[in-house]
C-alpha cells in the first residue's frame, strides 16, 4: 500500500496536505480498501467552520456509508466537484484527483497526526 511521505494522516483513516494555511484532505489508500467501491461523497459543510473531529461528510460505498472526520480545525473553502459524477476517482486516485475539500485551517495542528510510517504501522502495512 502506498503512503506518500509528505502526508499526515489521523486514526480515522484521512490524509492531509499541509499547503501554507490550507489543508487538502482525504481518505487513504487502506480507508478506500476497507470501503469497497465508493459510489456518492457527501459534503454539505462548505463555509463551515468546524473543529478537529467534528464531521464533515459521509462517503457512501457498495457496503457501507462511513463519516468522514476534520483533521484539523478550520473553514471548509472548496469540495472536490469531480467527485459528484466521478466518486470512483477516491479508489482510483485517493491522494491525487480523489482528494475530497480544501480547508482553511484555524489554530494549531493538532498534535496526533501520524507520519506516513506511522500510519502504516497502525493499519498493519
Keep these: 500500500m502506498n503512503f506518500p511521505q509528505e502526508l499526515k494522516y489521523t486514526k480515522d483513516h484521512e490524509w492531509v496536505k499541509i499547503d501554507g494555511d490550507v489543508a487538502t484532505i482525504g481518505i487513504t489508500e487502506f480507508a478506500a480498501g476497507e470501503l469497497g467501491d465508493i459510489v456518492y461523497v457527501e459534503v454539505e459543510t462548505i ?40 466518486p470512483e476517482l477516491v479508489n482510483e486516485s485517493p491522494y491525487g484527483d480523489g482528494w475530497m475539500i480544501k480547508v482553511k485551517i484555524s489554530g494549531d495542528l493538532p498534535s496526533d497526526l501520524l507520519s506516513a510510517s506511522d500510519y502504516s504501522e497502525l493499519v498493519g502495512n
Design 47 to 86: 463555509g463551515d467552520s468546524l473543529d478537529t473531529g467534528e464531521v464533515f461528510g459521509s462517503v457512501e460505498a457498495v457496503k457501507t456509508v462511513s463519516d468522514l472526520f476534520m483533521p484539523v480545525s478550520g473553514e471548509i473553502l472548496e469540495l472536490n466537484s469531480e467527485l459528484e459524477d466521478n
